[in-house]
């Protein structure tokens, strides 16, 4: 059910990243933080941002996500090299778990299996979320 709700909105995650960061790169932890914490919260808990200084992302065991790359496909499923790259970049470098802001506000989700749903849920909550992610030193 998760793969097919991140396929269906693959699409939409670039227009959500123009609305949200013009520079398309200053809020990676921002969109990350948010998609694992709806991940983790309706789907799997086995979903968490991971990253470094410069960059995160959204990966689990069986996927990773990043809304913030820069090409059309931003899912990858386990037995691609671009799933595998992301695998390698977590266990060579000094890569963290950061800590999930958004459960609670994820938790309020009436309809968490839609597209529309996790679209909304980004949107409503991203400029919150954001202040939490700067005030942590995300972004350093």
């Excluded at 820069?70 to 899912?75: A, E, I, L």
Aim: proline share 4%.
């Amino acid at each position: 059910m998760v793969l097919k709700l991140l396929k269906l909105v693959e699409d939409d995650l670039d227009e959500l990243v123009t609305e949200f960061d013009h520079s398309k790169v200053g809020k990676c932890h921002t969109f990350s933080n948010l998609m694992a914490s709806y991940l983790y919260v309706h789907f799997d808990k086995t979903f968490k941002q991971v990253g470094l200084d410069s960059h995160s992302w959204v990966a689990s065991p069986y996927v990773v996500v990043d809304i913030t790359r820069p090409s059309p496909k931003k899912v990858f499923l386990s037995g691609t090299d671009e799933f595998d790259s992301y695998k390698t970049l977590e266990h060579k470098l000094d890569v963290e778990d950061y800590p999930l802001f958004a459960k609670e506000e994820a938790s309020r989700v009436m309809e968490p299996f839609s597209s529309e749903s996790l679209i909304n849920f980004i949107k409503c909550n991203f400029r919150e979320i954001d202040e939490l992610i700067v005030n942590n030193g995300f972004y350093r």
